[in-house]
């Protein structure tokens, strides 16, 4: 702690502050009942939030432009943005999919004379936005954060029931420590590492009907939500003993090769790559955290943005010819061979020691690059499997996204009580119908239940 109980930022969040990697999350809450202002308000002032030092502090820079959070006092007034007007005549998905698509390219937004976070309430519509800069932490910590002021539908004194380390299978992700598996750590490390970093320097995706680059984070944007049924992506993982990001991997290898038909037929080669960006959480407890936990410093879950990056690679096949299987079984090979090496903590590591040594600058110009030079990001947040509340108002659905980047394609996974939505945000000059994209993605997961159905 410095003059002013002021604290330093962590280069994570020194870095979502350069102009080129700025970053805003939003996350985006469907209410049942219409909005109480004053409730709203009111639950504000008591939540945990407002316990968090981050919540309440300005982002203030020194003489040397290095950047503190300083204590002050939440004026939440200054924090709500109330909008009462409908959003357009098209309903409620579309309208406030077209505000967030206003957000996404609104990075200042955020003003610096209070601290770094919004609440948006498009009362017409029954929706809370949750505006909130990326410095402030990932989004295993914001949604951990959001829980915590949430209750159970169904037990109103209950919080919402965490996923647990040990819930999470492990098996496929930590194989039996022996010779033979640690030579094939270190072979797949080797070939993954060397890849991110040329991938840093100049290896780049090929051109494509989907392919963003310099400057494509100011371009217009666009957004359509591609919904899923949990219990099918459940179904389709037993079948191959997959796991949910293998499903989803492979519901996005086959609905862009499926788009890419569609806008492209002859546009590139068969069996052509293209890479996805995915962030990693690498906490020591998977999944989302405890609260109580991540407020510890001494905690191994600590809050913030801890993640590192690894290259998802898929390939292009024309659909006439391709079996929806195939996509996921390639998928769950592909991360597999992923989750035995050490490409997260690398990058990680080196995004870390390159902002020590050169300064926010620099790291901020090598993220951007890596940008530039693959095709897509994917996230995926996995939340309450049960209904929730806050403020007694029953929660419809939950979504989120962040504000755009220099890919024309990024994509926000969240779950919520049975259905996972995936926010497809696109640069519509290059990609102008995100909804026939989003189509692409949810047939691509009936097709895999079909298939698998077919055969039980």
Same mark, same amino acid.
């Given at each position: 702690?410095?003059?002013?109980?002021?604290?330093?930022?962590?280069? *994570? /969040? &020194?870095?979502?502050?350069?102009?080129?990697?700025?970053?805003?999350?939003?996350? $985006?809450?469907?209410?049942?009942?219409?909005?109480? +202002?004053?409730?709203?308000?009111?639950?504000?002032?008591?939540?945990?939030?407002?316990?968090?030092?981050?919540?309440?502090? =300005?982002? +203030?820079?020194?003489?040397?432009?290095?950047?503190?959070? &300083?204590?002050?006092?939440?004026?939440?007034?200054?924090?709500?943005? +109330?909008?009462?007007?409908?959003?357009?005549?098209?309903?409620?998905?579309?309208?406030?999919?077209?505000?967030?698509?206003? =957000?996404?390219?609104?990075?200042?937004?955020?003003?610096?004379?209070?601290?770094?976070?919004?609440?948006?309430?498009?009362? *017409?519509?029954?929706?809370?936005?949750?505006?909130?800069?990326?410095?402030?932490?990932?989004?295993?910590?914001?949604?951990?954060?959001?829980?915590?002021?949430?209750?159970?539908?169904?037990?109103?004194?209950?919080?919402?029931?965490?996923?647990?380390?040990?819930?999470?299978?492990?098996?496929?992700?930590?194989?039996?420590?022996? @010779?033979?598996?640690?030579?094939?750590?270190?072979?797949?490390? @080797?070939?993954?590492?060397?890849?991110?970093?040329?991938?840093?320097?100049?290896? &780049?995706?090929?051109?494509?009907?989907?392919?963003?680059?310099? /400057?494509?984070?100011?371009?217009?944007?666009?957004?359509?939500?591609?919904?899923?049924?949990?219990?099918?992506?459940?179904? $389709?993982?037993?079948? $191959?003993?997959?796991?949910?990001?293998?499903?989803?991997?492979?519901?996005?290898?086959?609905? +862009?090769?499926?788009?890419?038909?569609?806008?492209?037929?002859?546009?590139?080669?068969?069996?052509? &790559?293209?890479?996805?960006?995915?962030?990693?959480?690498?906490?020591?407890?998977?999944?989302?955290?405890?609260?109580?936990?991540?407020?510890?410093?001494?905690?191994?879950?600590?809050?913030?943005?801890?993640?590192?990056?690894?290259?998802?690679?898929?390939?292009?096949?024309?659909?006439?010819?391709?079996?929806?299987?195939?996509?996921?079984?390639?998928?769950?090979?592909?991360?597999?061979?992923?989750?035995?090496?050490?490409? *997260?903590?690398?990058?990680?590591?080196?995004?870390?020691? $390159?902002?020590?040594?050169?300064?926010?600058? @620099?790291?901020?110009?090598?993220?951007?690059?890596?940008?530039?030079?693959?095709?897509?990001?994917?996230?995926?947040?996995? /939340?309450?499997?049960?209904?929730?509340?806050?403020?007694?108002?029953?929660?419809?659905?939950?979504?989120?996204?962040?504000?755009? =980047?220099?890919?024309?394609?990024?994509?926000?996974?969240?779950?919520?009580?049975?259905?996972?939505?995936?926010?497809?945000?696109?640069?519509?000059?290059?990609?102008?119908?995100?909804? @026939? =994209?989003?189509?692409?993605?949810?047939?691509?997961?009936?097709?895999?239940?079909?298939?698998?159905? *077919?055969?039980?």
């Amino acid at each position: 702690m410095g003059e002013n109980g002021d604290e330093a930022l962590t280069p *994570a /969040g &020194r870095l979502f502050l350069q102009e080129e990697t700025k970053q805003v999350i939003h996350c $985006v809450v469907g209410l049942k009942n219409p909005i109480d +202002v004053e409730s709203v308000k009111s639950e504000v002032r008591k939540s945990t939030m407002l316990q968090h030092p981050r919540f309440t502090s =300005l982002l +203030v820079r020194d003489q040397r432009g290095e950047e503190h959070w &300083r204590p002050t006092q939440v004026e939440i007034d200054r924090h709500l943005r +109330v909008i009462e007007e409908a959003l357009g005549e098209e309903g409620d998905e579309r309208a406030i999919n077209g505000y967030l698509a206003e =957000l996404s390219i609104d990075c200042d937004g955020l003003s610096m004379d209070k601290p770094l976070w919004e609440i948006h309430l498009l009362m *017409a519509h029954k929706c809370l936005i949750f505006r909130i800069h990326h410095a402030l932490g990932d989004g295993i910590s914001l949604m951990s954060l959001f829980l915590a002021s949430c209750r159970k539908l169904n037990d109103p004194q209950a919080l919402p029931t965490i996923a647990s380390s040990a819930s999470t299978p492990s098996n496929a992700s930590n194989p039996p420590f022996n @010779f033979w598996n640690l030579l094939l750590t270190l072979f797949f490390s @080797f070939l993954f590492i060397l890849d991110f970093i040329l991938r840093c320097l100049w290896v &780049r995706d090929p051109k494509s009907s989907i392919t963003g680059g310099a /400057g494509v984070q100011l371009w217009p944007r666009k957004i359509a939500t591609a919904s899923f049924s949990l219990q099918d992506m459940k179904t $389709v993982k037993t079948a $191959v003993n997959a796991t949910i990001n293998d499903v989803l991997f492979a519901v996005i290898s086959c609905g +862009v090769s499926r788009y890419l038909d569609f806008r492209a037929p002859n546009g590139l080669r068969d069996g052509v &790559r293209l890479t996805g960006l995915a962030m990693v959480n690498l906490r020591k407890q998977p999944g989302l955290q405890e609260l109580s936990n991540l407020m510890k410093n001494n905690s191994g879950a600590r809050w913030g943005n801890k993640f590192g990056m690894i290259l998802l690679p898929i390939y292009y096949h024309r659909s006439n010819f391709s079996d929806p299987l195939e996509y996921l079984k390639r998928a769950k090979a592909t991360i597999d061979r992923k989750k035995r090496t050490l490409e *997260a903590s690398f990058s990680y590591k080196i995004g870390d020691f $390159v902002m020590s040594t050169l300064g926010p600058k @620099f790291a901020g110009l090598l993220n951007y690059r890596i940008l530039c030079h693959t095709t897509f990001t994917i996230s995926n947040v996995v /939340g309450p499997q049960e209904e929730i509340m806050i403020g007694g108002n029953p929660i419809t659905f939950l979504r989120a996204n962040n504000s755009a =980047l220099p890919h024309a394609l990024v994509l926000n996974m969240v779950s919520y009580a049975g259905r996972a939505d995936m926010q497809v945000q696109v640069a519509k000059d290059i990609i102008p119908d995100p909804e @026939f =994209l989003a189509k692409c993605f949810e047939d691509a997961l009936l097709e895999m239940k079909e298939q698998v159905t *077919a055969k039980i």
